[in-house]
C-alpha cells in the first residue's frame, strides 16, 4: 500500500508531484505529504489526511524546487497524523525519505540508534532509514552507497526514494517486493509506485526488478543491483493506454466508470483469444507451457479478496468442463499450510489484478521453491507477479482505480472460462460444448450492457433498503462465491454489515438471525440447482424476512416469492456469475452512495495490499 512519486527536471516539482499523490490516492489516503529541494535546502510539508489536504496546506506554505519526494500513506506502524506521515527525515534534517513496504527489524535498529544518540519523531519503521543513510552518508560516501549500506541492515519490504541536502540533484530509488516505476521524459524522470503517476508526462517506462537501485539526476539514470556495482540495461517499455482510462471521465465515482465499462472490459479479455467455430481458446500467453498443461493433474488457484471468489468459480467451471481437479485457498493461508504438493502433475495458478499483492506474491515463491508450475491471471502488466510467474494471462482491462474491485472481477471470470475451454479441449471437451462456451462468452458484453442500462431500478431499491443494518447474500454452487462477492462488495464501501452463504448452509445456523429487519439477497439463476434454491428461499421466506432476488429474465414464479426481483439475461450456468455480480455491484454502489460513503476510498482499506 502507500502510493510514492519523485520528480527530477526542470519544472517546478511540487505540482507534478501533487498530481502524482492525486492519481496514486488509491493506494492509500490517511496522510500525505512532501519534499522539495529548494537550493541547498529541502522543505517539507505534511498533513494527516487526503491529498487534497496536502494541496490545500501548499497553498498557504508553496514550496519551489525542481526535484523532490511525495507520499500518500496507509498507516501501518504508528497511527495516521502529520508526525508519522512522509517524507522522513533524520534529526539533523540532512536526509529525506518516502517508503512503501514494512522495515520488519526496525525495532533493533530504531533502539541502537537512540542509544547512539539519535532521537526519533515519529512512530514509523520508516524513520530509521532516515537515521541510518545520514549516519553513513559522508564525503566518501556518495548517497546511493549509503543507502545500499542500509538496504544491506534492513530485513522487509520497500520502494523507496530518498534525497539529501548534501546532493541536491540527485534521487536515490530502490525496491524490494513493492512496485516502483521509472519515467524516462525528455530532460526529466518521474519514478512512482504505478505508472497513473507518470503516464501525464511521458510513455517511456522501466520496471525497477526487486534488488535493484536506482540514481537520477537531471543528466541521466543507472540502475544497479544492491549486491553489485555493474550497471543494468534495462529495457525501456511503452504504456500502451492512455490516461483518460485511468480518469473518472463524466462519471462521479471511480467505481461507477468501473461498473459500466465491464462490457468494453470483457472484450478486451476476450479479444483475439476465441475461435468460437473451433471451440476454441487461444491463449498466447500459455503457449510456452502448453504440453506442461496436458499433463497436469491438478491445479491450485491461490488469490486474495475478490480474485478469491474469482478462484471458487473458477473451481466449479475447471472441475465440471475441463476435468481438472481443483483446489482454491486464500493466498495468506496458502503459505504457512503444509499443502501436500507434486510438481510433477500439479500447477499453481494466482489470481490478482494489481499482480502486487503480497501474500499472492508470496504464494508464488512458495510453490516455486516446492518446484511447481506456476501461472498467473493478472490485470497491470509487468507488475511484480507478472513477472515471478512463469506463464500467465493479463486480463488487460485498463487501470482499476476504485479500491472495490468490479471490472477486474468479471475479467477474471472471463479468463477462467477461456482456460476451461483451453484446458477443456486439450482433454475431453467435445466440439459441441467448445463451441457452445464460447458462443456465449461472445454474447457476454451485450448482456451486461443490459443490465446496466436498468440500474435506475437499483437505485431506487437501494433508497428503499438504506436504514437497513444486516445482509445475508445466498447462492448456491457457481452463485455461491458470487453472495461471498456481492457481500464484500457492500461491506467493503457501504459499511452495512453482510455475509455471504451456500444456500444450502442457512438451516445450519444463519437461519437463527433472520427476521424482519434482517433481509435475505438470494442469486438464484434458472441453472441446475434452481429448485433446490427456491426451496431454501421458502424456508427464509416463512420465517418473516424480507426477499431480495437476482433472477433470470422471464421468470415470473420469483416475482410472486420475493419482494424485489432484479433480472439478468439468460447465459450458461458457468457464465452466470459474470451476469448476477453485475446488479450486487450497483446495489452496493447506490446504498453506499445513500448512505453518503467514499466509495473510492473507503475507510480503513487500500487498493494494493503490499503487506502480508
Ligand atoms: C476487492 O474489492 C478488494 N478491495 C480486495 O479484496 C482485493 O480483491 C484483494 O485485495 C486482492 O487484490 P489483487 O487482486 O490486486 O491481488
Same mark, same amino acid.
Not at 169 to 198: H, M, T
Not at 428 to 447: T, W
Not at 545 to 559: E, H, M, S, Y
Given at each position: 500500500?502507500?502510493?510514492?512519486?519523485?520528480?527530477? +527536471?526542470?519544472?517546478?516539482?511540487?505540482?507534478?508531484?501533487?498530481?502524482?499523490?492525486?492519481?496514486?490516492?488509491?493506494?492509500?489516503?490517511?496522510?500525505?505529504?512532501?519534499?522539495?529541494?529548494?537550493?541547498?535546502?529541502?522543505?517539507?510539508?505534511?498533513?494527516?489526511?487526503?491529498?487534497?489536504?496536502?494541496?490545500?496546506?501548499?497553498?498557504?506554505?508553496?514550496?519551489?524546487?525542481?526535484?523532490?519526494?511525495?507520499?500518500?500513506?496507509?498507516?501501518? $506502524?504508528?497511527?495516521? %497524523?502529520?508526525?508519522?506521515?512522509?517524507?522522513?527525515?533524520?534529526?539533523?534534517?540532512?536526509?529525506?525519505?518516502? $517508503?512503501?513496504?514494512?522495515?520488519?527489524?526496525?525495532?533493533?535498529?530504531?533502539?541502537?540508534?537512540?542509544?547512539?544518540? $539519535?532521537?526519533?519523531?515519529?512512530?514509523?519503521?520508516?524513520?530509521?532509514?532516515?537515521?541510518?543513510?545520514?549516519?553513513?552518508?559522508?564525503?566518501?560516501?556518495?548517497?546511493?552507497?549509503?543507502?545500499?549500506?542500509?538496504?544491506?541492515?534492513?530485513?522487509?519490504?520497500?520502494?523507496?526514494?530518498?534525497?539529501?541536502?548534501? #546532493?541536491?540533484?540527485?534521487?536515490?530509488?530502490?525496491?524490494?517486493?513493492?512496485?516502483?516505476?521509472?519515467?524516462?521524459?525528455?530532460?526529466?524522470?518521474?519514478?512512482?509506485?504505478?505508472?497513473?503517476?507518470?503516464?501525464?508526462?511521458? &510513455?517511456?517506462?522501466?520496471?525497477?526488478?526487486?534488488?535493484?537501485?536506482?540514481?537520477?539526476?537531471?543528466? +541521466?539514470?543507472?540502475?544497479?543491483?544492491?549486491?553489485?556495482?555493474?550497471?543494468?540495461?534495462?529495457?525501456?517499455?511503452?504504456?500502451?493506454?492512455?490516461?483518460?482510462?485511468?480518469?473518472?471521465?463524466?462519471?462521479?465515482?471511480?467505481?461507477?466508470?468501473?461498473?459500466?465499462?465491464?462490457?468494453?472490459?470483457?472484450?478486451?479479455?476476450?479479444?483475439?483469444?476465441?475461435?468460437?467455430?473451433?471451440?476454441?481458446?487461444?491463449?498466447?500467453?500459455?503457449?510456452?507451457? #502448453?504440453?506442461?498443461?496436458?499433463?497436469?493433474?491438478?491445479?491450485?488457484?491461490?488469490?486474495?479478496?475478490?480474485?478469491?471468489?474469482?478462484? *471458487?468459480?473458477?473451481?466449479?467451471?475447471?472441475?465440471?468442463?475441463?476435468?481438472?481437479?481443483?483446489?482454491?485457498?486464500?493466498? %495468506?493461508?496458502?503459505?504457512?499450510? &503444509?499443502?501436500?504438493?507434486?510438481?510433477?502433475?500439479?500447477?499453481?495458478?494466482?489470481?490478482?489484478?494489481?499482480?502486487?499483492?503480497?501474500?499472492?506474491?508470496?504464494?508464488?515463491? #512458495?510453490?516455486?521453491?516446492?518446484?511447481?508450475?506456476?501461472?498467473?491471471?493478472?490485470?497491470?502488466? +509487468?507488475?511484480?507477479?507478472?513477472?515471478?510467474? #512463469?506463464?500467465?494471462?493479463?486480463?488487460?482491462?485498463?487501470?482499476?482505480?476504485?479500491?472495490?474491485?468490479? &471490472?477486474?472481477?468479471?475479467?477474471?471470470?472471463?479468463?477462467?472460462?477461456?482456460?476451461?475451454?483451453?484446458?477443456?479441449?486439450?482433454?475431453?471437451?467435445?466440439?459441441?460444448?467448445?463451441?457452445?462456451?464460447?458462443?456465449?462468452?461472445?454474447?457476454?458484453?451485450?448482456?451486461?450492457?443490459?443490465?446496466?442500462?436498468?440500474?435506475?431500478?437499483?437505485?431506487?431499491?437501494?433508497?428503499?433498503?438504506?436504514?437497513?443494518?444486516?445482509?445475508?447474500?445466498?447462492?448456491?454452487?457457481?452463485?455461491?462465491?458470487?453472495?461471498?462477492?456481492?457481500?464484500?462488495?457492500?461491506?467493503?464501501? %457501504?459499511?452495512?454489515?453482510?455475509?455471504?452463504?451456500?444456500?444450502?448452509?442457512?438451516?445450519?445456523?444463519?437461519?437463527?438471525?433472520?427476521?424482519?429487519?434482517?433481509?435475505?439477497?438470494?442469486?438464484?439463476?434458472?441453472?441446475?440447482?434452481?429448485?433446490?434454491?427456491?426451496?431454501?428461499?421458502?424456508?427464509?421466506?416463512?420465517?418473516?424476512?424480507? *426477499?431480495?432476488?437476482?433472477?433470470?429474465?422471464?421468470?415470473?414464479?420469483?416475482?410472486?416469492?420475493?419482494?424485489?426481483?432484479?433480472?439478468?439475461?439468460?447465459?450458461?450456468?458457468?457464465?452466470?456469475?459474470?451476469?448476477?455480480?453485475?446488479?450486487?455491484?450497483?446495489?452496493?454502489?447506490?446504498?453506499?452512495?445513500?448512505?453518503?460513503?467514499?466509495?473510492?476510498?473507503?475507510?480503513?482499506?487500500?487498493?494494493?495490499?503490499?503487506?502480508?
Amino acid at each position: 500500500m502507500c502510493g510514492i512519486v519523485g520528480y527530477i +527536471g526542470n519544472r517546478e516539482a511540487s505540482g507534478i508531484l501533487l498530481d502524482g499523490l492525486h492519481r496514486l490516492e488509491y493506494r492509500g489516503y490517511d496522510s500525505a505529504g512532501l519534499a522539495v529541494v529548494d537550493g541547498k535546502q529541502i522543505k517539507r510539508v505534511r498533513v494527516q489526511g487526503k491529498v487534497a489536504a496536502l494541496a490545500s496546506k501548499l497553498k498557504q506554505e508553496p514550496l519551489s524546487g525542481s526535484s523532490g519526494i511525495a507520499h500518500t500513506r496507509w498507516a501501518t $506502524h504508528g497511527a495516521p %497524523s502529520e508526525a508519522n506521515a512522509h517524507p522522513h527525515c533524520d534529526d539533523k534534517g540532512r536526509v529525506y525519505v518516502v $517508503h512503501n513496504g514494512i522495515v520488519e527489524n526496525y525495532a533493533p535498529l530504531k533502539q541502537e540508534l537512540q542509544q547512539e544518540g $539519535h532521537v526519533f519523531s515519529s512512530e514509523t519503521d520508516t524513520e530509521v532509514i532516515a537515521h541510518l543513510i545520514s549516519k553513513f552518508l559522508d564525503e566518501n560516501t556518495p548517497l546511493e552507497l549509503a543507502v545500499k549500506k542500509v538496504l544491506k541492515l534492513i530485513k522487509g519490504t520497500y520502494a523507496l526514494l530518498v534525497i539529501a541536502v548534501a #546532493e541536491p540533484g540527485k534521487i536515490v530509488a530502490a525496491r524490494q517486493s513493492s512496485p516502483l516505476r521509472l519515467g524516462v521524459g525528455q530532460d526529466e524522470f518521474i519514478i512512482a509506485s504505478d505508472a497513473s503517476a507518470i503516464a501525464n508526462y511521458t &510513455k517511456q517506462l522501466i520496471t525497477l526488478g526487486d534488488g535493484e537501485v536506482a540514481v537520477i539526476t537531471r543528466a +541521466g539514470y543507472t540502475i544497479s543491483e544492491l549486491h553489485g556495482e555493474v550497471d543494468l540495461d534495462k529495457d525501456i517499455e511503452e504504456i500502451d493506454w492512455n490516461l483518460d482510462e485511468a480518469g473518472k471521465g463524466d462519471f462521479p465515482h471511480y467505481m461507477l466508470k468501473e461498473i459500466f465499462e465491464q462490457p468494453e472490459a470483457i472484450k478486451n479479455s476476450l479479444r483475439g483469444r476465441l475461435l468460437v467455430e473451433d471451440g476454441q481458446a487461444v491463449l498466447g500467453g500459455l503457449r510456452q507451457v #502448453e504440453d506442461r498443461l496436458r499433463k497436469i493433474k491438478r491445479l491450485h488457484l491461490i488469490a486474495c479478496g475478490t480474485a478469491y471468489h474469482a478462484a *471458487l468459480v473458477g473451481e466449479y467451471m475447471l472441475e465440471e468442463y475441463a476435468n481438472v481437479p481443483t483446489e482454491v485457498c486464500v493466498a %495468506s493461508e496458502f503459505r504457512y499450510r &503444509k499443502a501436500i504438493l507434486d510438481p510433477e502433475t500439479e500447477a499453481v495458478l494466482v489470481i490478482s489484478q494489481s499482480g502486487e499483492t503480497a501474500d499472492t506474491l508470496a504464494a508464488v515463491k #512458495e510453490a516455486k521453491e516446492k518446484g511447481l508450475l506456476t501461472l498467473g491471471i493478472v490485470n497491470v502488466v +509487468g507488475s511484480s507477479i507478472a513477472q515471478a510467474t #512463469e506463464a500467465g494471462i493479463y486480463n488487460h482491462v485498463g487501470p482499476e482505480i476504485g479500491v472495490a474491485s468490479t &471490472k477486474a472481477f468479471t475479467s477474471q471470470l472471463t479468463v477462467l472460462a477461456l482456460l476451461t475451454l483451453f484446458l477443456g479441449r486439450q482433454r475431453n471437451m467435445s466440439l459441441v460444448i467448445g463451441k457452445r462456451i464460447a458462443e456465449e462468452l461472445k454474447a457476454l458484453p451485450l448482456k451486461i450492457e443490459k443490465i446496466l442500462a436498468g440500474s435506475q431500478l437499483i437505485s431506487q431499491l437501494a433508497k428503499k433498503y438504506v436504514r437497513v443494518n444486516n445482509f445475508y447474500y445466498v447462492g448456491r454452487k457457481y452463485n455461491y462465491p458470487i453472495a461471498l462477492e456481492g457481500a464484500l462488495k457492500l461491506k467493503e464501501i %457501504s459499511y452495512i454489515h453482510a455475509e455471504g452463504a451456500p444456500a444450502g448452509e442457512l438451516k445450519h445456523g444463519p437461519l437463527a438471525m433472520i427476521d424482519s429487519n434482517f433481509p435475505a439477497l438470494f442469486i438464484i439463476p434458472q441453472d441446475s440447482v434452481y429448485e433446490k434454491n427456491v426451496s431454501n428461499l421458502e424456508e427464509v421466506r416463512t420465517r418473516g424476512a424480507k *426477499l431480495l432476488a437476482i433472477a433470470t429474465a422471464g421468470d415470473n414464479r420469483l416475482a410472486g416469492l420475493a419482494d424485489e426481483v432484479l433480472y439478468i439475461p439468460k447465459t450458461l450456468e458457468m457464465l452466470t456469475p459474470i451476469l448476477s455480480v453485475v446488479p450486487l455491484q450497483l446495489l452496493a454502489y447506490q446504498l453506499a452512495i445513500s448512505l453518503d460513503r467514499d466509495v473510492d476510498k473507503p475507510r480503513n482499506l487500500a487498493k494494493s495490499v503490499t503487506v502480508e
